[in-house]
């Protein structure tokens, strides 16, 4: 993805990609039982909507962020259905699903030369959309994993997660601490947090509320944010 289309890492990257994951959360449910499309039939679809975004992307003359944000909801929509897929079809366990992904994303980012954007951002070439599929893949699996394997609940689980996200955040903002390893890290806990937040928002209101809801918070978001950047680059 060309380097202008992706956007800097700040307080506002992680709030739309923290809300992006309880969107993407409900979408990965939305296609498996609204459309009653399944955990596997669903990603033929899903994939090739990403590789669509990502070809017309490298062909696009004009500046945007929304297709880096098109294409976080798509991979995070196909992580949500390949977990459940897992655990549920596939009946593995969570502990082998999780050492599963955990080593796999080890492995994918200890691949080649890690390199990062002037905005912080990792370079995202392929292996960047790959590392974000398995990261959260693996987010899905450890918030179901809290709930059905330690029984503590969705709400205390969500509650949980938060409190962890904001640790890790808090950690991030430390110059010290601010290692590419720590994204990756973030990105897991993220997609933790907002499967136990998605799953709360559709047993609490319904599912297809709940995705239009986080879909339309999202986008809000996510435009909140860019207006505000464009009006700070305009003022500098």
Not at 121 to 142: C, E, K, Q, S, V
Request: hydrophobic share 55%; aromatic share 8%.
């Amino acid at each position: 993805m060309q380097s202008r289309n992706t956007p800097p890492i700040d307080a506002g990257y992680w709030a739309a990609i923290s809300i992006a994951s309880i969107f993407g959360a409900n979408c990965g449910d939305f296609v498996s039982k609204i459309l009653h499309m399944g955990h596997w039939r669903g990603l033929l679809p899903v994939a090739l909507g990403l590789i669509a975004v990502l070809s017309l992307e490298r062909r696009s003359k004009s500046a945007t962020v929304a297709w880096y944000w098109l294409a976080i909801i798509l991979v995070r929509t196909a992580a949500t259905n390949l977990a459940d897929l897992s655990t549920h079809d596939f009946k593995l366990g969570f502990g082998v699903v999780i050492a599963g992904l955990a080593a796999l994303l080890v492995g994918v980012l200890s691949f080649g030369r890690t390199a990062a954007q002037a905005s912080g951002l990792p370079d995202t070439n392929t292996r960047y959309w790959i590392a974000m599929l398995i990261a959260g893949t693996l987010g899905t699996a450890a918030g179901d994993g809290l709930v059905d394997v330690l029984h503590i609940g969705l709400p205390l689980a969500s509650a949980l997660m938060v409190v962890v996200l904001a640790g890790v955040l808090a950690l991030r903002s430390r110059p010290m601490f601010a290692v590419p390893a720590l994204y990756w890290v973030t990105i897991v806990v993220v997609r933790t947090a907002g499967t136990n937040l998605g799953d709360l928002s559709a047993h609490s209101i319904g599912l297809a509320p709940s995705t239009a809801l986080s879909a339309v918070v999202f986008v809000a978001t996510v435009g909140l944010w860019q207006r505000r950047r464009n009006t700070g680059l305009a003022r500098a």
